[in-house]
Nanobody, 123 residues
Framework: VQLQASGGGLVQAGDSLRLTCAAS????????MGWFRQAPGKEREFVAA????????SYADSVKGRFTISRDGPKNTVYLQMNSLKPEDTAIYYC?????????????????WGQGTLVTVSS
């Protein structure tokens, strides 16, 4: 599976962005998808994940209620809608794919990773 993340940029606090992760290669519908982020000087952290069917999702407490993960099967694409952005959301955002029926929060459990897209939120 090849993953291509896009949609990052520079925004102000309170603004919205939608990240896109386009997948190619193997059967997209067999993979759970996740978004992770890494801020400068910090470790990578879980943001959100969605099941292979799109019927279930989980979120980090820090983004719950502000971010929404979704997927479009026919387009082989997963999205991260980010609203009410805060300066602490500034990070490189990565999408990841995991073959199977669970959508864990641990990055080590994902099989494929995209290259990342930078989100910068100014105060």
């Amino acid at each position: 599976v090849q993953l291509q993340a896009s949609g990052g940029g520079l925004v102000q606090a309170g603004d919205s962005l939608r990240l896109t992760c386009a997948a190619s290669g193997r059967t997209f519908s067999s993979y759970a998808m996740g978004w992770f982020r890494q801020a400068p000087g910090k470790e990578r952290e879980f943001v959100a994940a969605i099941s292979w069917s799109g019927g279930s999702a989980s979120y980090a407490d820090s983004v719950k209620g502000r971010f929404t993960i979704s997927r479009d099967g026919p387009k082989n694409t997963v999205y991260l809608q980010m609203n009410s952005l805060k300066p602490e959301d500034t990070a490189i955002y990565y999408c990841a794919a995991r073959y199977g029926s669970t959508w864990p929060r641990g990055g080590d459990e994902y099989d494929y990773w995209g290259q990342g897209t930078l989100v910068t939120v100014s105060s």
